[in-house]
């Protein structure tokens, strides 16, 4: 029987050096030159590819240190030790960290007929890191298993916070679930909010005008809106976007305790003209690296140690909506949770 699970090396795209990984319903590619980006993941059965990519910036190599949205052509990136640039105990970090404007390295790890892995890997330069992703895909699956490990291979501790970085395709017709109890708001962001309104109980958020907005929903791009929130109070560590047309979405799921809030970056039209959902699993909050680690939403790692966790990516179909997610990738309707409810993966 043909192996279903394939794997491209020999591949580039707008000059970048690019890696594809699939089966028979999933195609994943990946680009070594920018930050192991994951710049396509696609269901095939309905040609769909979930990450959004910047209509105005292509895909090319950035230098070190640069700015991030000058070359943000979307997909999905890592964000690594910070997001915005900043000094910290004397030492410079740049715009969205590292990670994102460095090459990354490969092995193919195994190429099976059961199992095809391939592990990525780099080192930093603005912090004393090696950076691992450990990508996982299996024959007639719509999951995808990420396995991040972060080495300390300085003399000091090494603080820094880890933010997952997927750019959503969505339209009118796509729909946000995430277990969120309180959502903060950033305060250089207040797009249609009262003066005084700081956060608000997802998913209903009050506007200036008196009426409220279900963040789920999202509107067309002619709302030339931009919100940029923290969901905080997670029951559970997943969120999801579904086309409620199409009846398909993409989900993720990553351990709560390690990323205790979910970013919300959402111009609909507005910051840049861009029209995508940003959602963001993340150690912390705000965006400011310093106050981050003063209000002690960070990690840190001692010398000589590393730290470890999993992401699971999953493509599910016949839902409308997301109530839970679990960890092997089972997806169940908004509100019912798995016990008694129809779990739907392809």
Excluded at 111 to 125: I, K, N, P, Q, Y
């Amino acid at each position: 029987m043909e192996n279903q699970l394939k794997f491209t090396e020999d591949w580039s795209y707008c000059g970048l050096r690019t890696i594809i990984m699939e089966n028979s319903l999933v195609r994943l590619s990946i680009l070594l030159d920018l930050g192991a980006k994951m710049h396509e993941f696609i269901y095939k059965p309905l040609d769909t590819d979930f990450l959004w990519h910047n209509p105005r910036v292509k895909a090319q190599k950035a230098p070190l240190g640069g700015k991030f949205d000058d070359f943000w052509s979307g997909g999905w990136d890592e964000i690594f030790p910070c997001d915005t640039q900043c000094q910290y105990k004397g030492d410079f970090f740049p715009d969205h960290g590292e990670l994102w404007s460095l090459g990354w390295d490969y092995e193919l790890e195994e190429h099976s007929a059961e199992r095809l892995a391939v592990r990525l890997r780099t080192r930093g330069f603005a912090t004393p890191s090696i950076v691992e992703k450990q990508i996982v895909l299996k024959p007639g699956e719509t999951k995808v298993t990420i396995t991040y490990t972060v080495k300390n291979e300085g003399f000091t501790d090494m603080d820094f916070v880890w933010k997952i970085h997927p750019a959503f395709a969505v339209t009118p017709q796509h729909r946000i679930d995430i277990p969120a109890g309180m959502v903060i708001v950033d305060p250089d962001f207040r797009d249609e909010l009262p003066q005084g309104v700081d956060s608000f109980k997802w998913p209903l958020m009050q506007l200036a005008g008196g009426e409220t907005r279900d963040m789920r929903k999202i509107p067309p791009a002619e709302a030339g809106i931009t919100h940029f929130q923290y969901a905080a109070e997670l029951r559970a560590g997943w969120c999801a976007v579904t086309d409620t047309e199409r009846r398909v979405g993409l989900g993720l799921v990553f351990p709560k305790d390690l990323f205790p809030f979910i970013w919300l970056f959402l111009p609909y039209g507005g910051w840049r003209g861009h029209y995508t959902a940003l959602l963001e699993p993340s150690v912390g909050c705000p965006y400011d690296f310093n106050e981050t680690v003063a209000r002690g939403n960070f990690l840190s790692l001692q010398p000589g140690k590393s730290l470890e966790w999993e992401v699971t990516a999953v493509i599910y179909t016949g839902l409308g909506s997301v109530g839970f997610i679990s960890k092997d990738g089972e997806v169940a309707e908004e509100e019912t949770g798995l016990r008694g409810a129809e779990r739907r993966r392809c």
